[in-house]
């Protein structure tokens, strides 16, 4: 048991912790043990946001003046501070939304080096020198920040999203607003702090934590922000985007997923199992790149869902902090009940459960927002667990009668997140790469897993079709402009 005095989160505002308006503050709670609270963090208003944009506004153009290189160094110094904090970071993580201690010291680990791979991009190339049809003539492009980024990030990466967010944000010169998951707010002030003692000038980094409706909504609507950069749900993405649109803003749309891995009959079953059980079960399933749909041709059927099965029933479900355990609670009770309630409607409409989708027997679980890891088999395409997302430990198991069937299986959904195909056929993989309707495909790997250097985003309603990440990042935290000079 942690026994740690609770954390009392303020906003960070203009380089300075200061109280919500509001003066109120709700709980943020263990989800392994519902009694425990792990901080008490800020409910904020409009107000609170205004001055937070009105203290982006005044430091930006100051940022924007100094280098690259300049910027970056600042970037390096947040980069040391969150890896020299790992310990702190990821318990207060593992109690926050129950992700595993492994998993959220490495997620911290990954959010150092996100900060360093975009240090080092304040010294790359911006631009290009286009040759002019006059002879006397310079024409080339630059870039330009957006100005005032608004950023709002989900509970299940509280470090990792938000800083592959606002690193890119930063290093090309903009001013960072950020809004963090209620959920997950202990987390991110902790992020925040990184960013304070790595001496960021006041104003340049700021965060709000408040509700999606009131602190969320405010940012897409409010006219001091120049760019707004979502993660989380369809629903609420879509509303953000039509705000943002309705007042010119420009927007970036990161959402859900229905991600497929499409298991073909020269498969390695092993690894096609242990694909399926980590891209699908790890961080209880709520992962964006989950797994939840494994399309498997009918030759190996039997044999992968057994392979399937006894790697299931062998997963230590349990607090995130005990070392023994591989599969932590659902992040919080709504979370739990969503993931419950797609349970019995799999059920409900004809799906055979064949194991887990329970709360544990263990009484020492009894607390927390457990469930057992659960797979489905005799799954249809029009059935809710084929179609939704559910974002928990569950898997569908869909039996096709060869590749081609799989393929179909695999884009008929509204999300194109990730898909992956395990084949020792380069034939099959090649024609998998081209028809996947998926912005990350993978062959002989898990569906989650996501590199800081390459782009990241889906197809379809997975995303607003803008990329994350890696060097494409640049394209959104940027405008380009065109510069064509004589003497
Ligand atoms: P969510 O949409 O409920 O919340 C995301 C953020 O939006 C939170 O900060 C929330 O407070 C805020 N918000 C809520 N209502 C708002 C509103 N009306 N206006 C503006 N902001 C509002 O999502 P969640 O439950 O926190 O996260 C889970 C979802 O995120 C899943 O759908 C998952 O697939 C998705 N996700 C996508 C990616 C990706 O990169 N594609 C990565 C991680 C998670």
């Known amino acids: 048991m942690d026994t740690q005095s609770v954390f009392i989160v303020d906003n960070y505002i203009g380089g300075s912790w200061t109280p ?53 160094a600042f970037l390096f110094k947040a980069a040391d501070l969150l ?49 002019s049809t006059d002879a006397d003539a310079l024409m080339f492009t630059t870039r330009v920040p957006l100005g005032v980024v608004g950023v709002i990030s989900p509970w299940n990466f509280p470090v990792a999203i938000p800083v592959w967010k606002m690193a890119p944000a930063l290093i090309y010169g903009n001013a960072v607003v950020w809004k963090p998951a209620t959920e997950t707010a202990v987390t991110a002030s902790l992020v925040m702090q990184c960013f304070h003692d790595a001496g960021f000038p006041a104003g340049t980094v700021n965060m709000v ?87 498997v041709v009918s030759e190996v059927y039997d044999a992968f869902k057994e392979k399937l099965l006894a790697k299931v029933s062998n997963l230590v479900v349990g607090d995130g902090l005990d070392a023994k355990t591989w599969l932590g609670p659902c992040a919080n009770e709504n979370q739990y009940d969503t993931v419950m309630n797609f349970i019995r409607k799999g059920k409900e409409e004809g799906a055979v459960l064949l194991v887990g989708g329970e709360r544990p027997d263990d009484p020492a679980l009894r607390e927390g927002f457990y469930v057992t890891p659960a797979v489905f088999e005799g799954v249809t395409p029009e059935m809710s667990i084929a179609r ?63 590199e800081l250097q390459a782009p990241f985003g889906g197809m379809k309603q997975s995303s607003s079709h803008s990329r994350e990440q890696g060097t494409a990042a640049i394209e959104f935290y940027t405008s380009v402009k065109t510069v064509f000079v004589k003497p």
């Open 83 to 131: 890896e020299n904090r790992i310990e702190e970071i990821g318990r207060t993580m593992t109690r926050e939304m129950g992700k595993t201690i492994g998993e959220a010291k490495g997620e911290t680990a990954r959010g150092a080096a996100i900060l360093r791979y975009y240090a080092g991009e304040g010294m790359r190339k911006t631009g290009d020198v286009i040759p």
């Open 209 to 295: 934590v408040g509700s999606g409706a009131v602190v969320g909504q405010g940012i897409a609507e409010h006219p001091g922000i120049h760019g707004i950069t979502f993660t989380g749900s369809n629903g609420v993405g879509k509303r953000v985007g039509q705000a943002a649109l309705a007042r010119g803003a420009k927007y970036q749309l990161e959402m859900g997923g229905k991600n497929p891995i499409i298991v073909a009959a020269d498969a390695d079953l092993e690894l096609a199992a242990e694909a399926a059980v980590s891209g699908g079960l790890r961080s209880t399933g709520q992962k964006c790149t989950a797994t939840s749909r494994a399309i």
């Open 388 to 450: 939704e997302e559910i974002f928990g430990p569950v898997l569908a198991l869909i039996e096709v009668r060869d590749l081609k069937e799989a393929i179909a299986a695999a884009n008929d959904t509204e999300f194109g997140l990730s898909a992956s195909l395990y084949t020792r056929n380069i034939g099959n993989a090649l024609t998998f790469i081209k028809e996947s309707e998926a912005g990350l495909v993978r062959v002989n790997a898990e569906t989650a897993g996501v």
């Open 20 to 72: 919500p308006a509001s003066g109120k503050r709700v709980p943020s709670l263990n989800p392994a043990r519902h009694g425990e609270t792990v901080g008490e963090v800020p409910v904020s208003g409009i107000d609170d946001l205004n001055r937070a944009v009105a203290a982006a506004d005044e430091a930006r153009r100051a940022w924007n003046m100094l280098t690259g290189a300049q910027r970056g």
